[in-house]
Antibody, heavy 127, light 109 residues
Framework: QVQLQESGPGLVKPSQTLSLTCTVSGGSINTDSYFWNWIRQPAGKGLEWIGRISTSGSTNYNPSLKSRVTISVDTSKNQFSLKLRSVTAADTAVYYC???????????????????WGQGTMVTVSS | QSVLTQPPSVSGAPGQRVTISCTGSSSNLGAGYDVHWYQQLPGTAPKLLIYGNTHRPSGVPDRFSGSKSGTSASLAITGLQAEDEADYYCQSYDSSPYVFGTGTKVTVL
């Protein structure tokens, strides 16, 4: 079955750029059946959707983060990536990558959910 | 900036039934979008528990059930077990396009 694994630095300095990669294994990322997402969770707090990408390169971002976020995909490596610019302590969180089925997936009731998640990676913003 | 509101905590004794509410608005649940539920055990990633309002993925026990009506949804756990102690989140579609609930901690007494 498909598995997702986040990777990247665990410590980023304020004002710098946070960069993470999600590697997809057990299946191809190059399919119209899924969107590929980033979600984060500050310690002791709830989940916040950051953004998503399709393998055609189409992106959508959370309006609250849109000015600082870029998500890209590399189908040759079966990976997608997150860049978050100008980070502050408020960006300290566990970052998850997750898969979201599109209307091409059955049953259609699962569309709009996040059916597979990575284990998460902790990123601390500190000097 | 969650737009889906959940109670911060609910608790119950083993074997009891607990319910978690998820209240949205006319731009998400009230617009007809489905609600999905996730279980997050301590120190782990969220896991899809209920999709499309009422459906359980393979492997999820049938003591978990979901419902939706208008701008609200509910997750019920019947026959509460110690292993159900976790955080639970609802999630739906909105203009963002995805939004999560504020989260509910379930404590087994």
């Amino acid at each position: 079955q498909v598995q997702l694994q986040e990777s990247g630095p665990g410590l980023v300095k304020p004002s710098q750029t946070l960069s993470l990669t999600c590697t997809v294994s057990g299946g191809s990322i190059n399919t119209d059946s899924y969107f590929w997402n980033w979600i984060r969770q500050p310690a002791g707090k709830g989940l916040e959707w950051i953004g998503r990408i399709s393998t055609s390169g189409s992106t959508n971002y959370n309006p609250s983060l849109k000015s600082r976020v870029t998500i890209s995909v590399d189908t040759s490596k079966n990976q997608f990536s997150l860049k978050l610019r100008s980070v502050t302590a408020a960006d300290t969180a566990v970052y998850y990558c997750a898969r979201a089925p599109t209307l091409l997936v059955e049953p259609t009731a699962i569309v709009g959910s996040f059916d597979v998640w990575g284990q998460g990676t902790m990123v601390t913003v500190s000097s | 900036q969650s737009v889906l509101t959940q109670p911060p905590s609910v608790s119950g004794a083993p074997g009891q039934r607990v319910t978690i509410s998820c209240t949205g608005s006319s731009s998400n649940l009230g617009a007809g979008y489905d609600v999905h539920w996730y279980q997050q055990l301590p120190g782990t990633a969220p896991k899809l528990l209920i999709y499309g309002n009422t459906h359980r993925p393979s492997g999820v026990p049938d003591r978990f059930s979901g419902s939706k009506s208008g701008t609200s949804a509910s997750l019920a756990i019947t026959g509460l077990q110690a292993e159900d102690e976790a955080d639970y989140y609802c999630q739906s579609y909105d203009s963002s396009p995805y939004v999560f609930g504020t989260g509910t901690k379930v404590t087994v007494l």
